[in-house]
Nanobody, 121 residues
Framework: QVRLQESGPGLVKSSQTVSLICLVS??????????WSWFRQPPGKGLEWIGS???????TYSSSLEIRTSITRDTSKNHFTLQLRDLAPEDTGMYFC?????????????WGKGTPVTVSS
């Protein structure tokens, strides 16, 4: 069974950069036809897609966050990383990683439990 586990610093200051790691076990980030995504959920709001990296290492980003976002992967450690720059208090929320599939109707089948990010002003 695939498991995803997020980790991060928790509390960061405005204008700083946060890096979050999603460690994958029970599967590989290079397995064909899968992609690995980051989402976030601010307090009291809905889930927002941030971006994804696919099995070949190709990235896609939300247009609203693209200028501040980088998603990379380390295939030797089987994890992928979200870097979000120039943080503001509005970036506060729970951050999740998930696995998606290119197969029709497959959607996201595995999720991490999330890691909190709190941005202080």
């Amino acid at each position: 069974q695939v498991r995803l586990q997020e980790s991060g610093p928790g509390l960061v200051k405005s204008s700083q950069t946060v890096s979050l790691i999603c460690l994958v076990s029970g599967g590989s980030v290079t397995t064909e036809y899968y992609y690995w995504s980051w989402f976030r959920q601010p307090p009291g709001k809905g889930l927002e897609w941030i971006g994804s990296i696919n099995y070949a290492g190709t990235t896609t980003y939300s247009s609203s966050l693209e200028i501040r976002t980088s998603i990379t992967r380390d295939t030797s450690k089987n994890h992928f990383t979200l870097q979000l720059r120039d943080l503001a208090p509005e970036d506060t929320g729970m951050y999740f990683c998930a696995r998606g599939s290119v197969f029709p109707s497959a959607g996201y089948d595995y999720w991490g439990k999330g890691t909190p990010v709190t941005v202080s002003s």
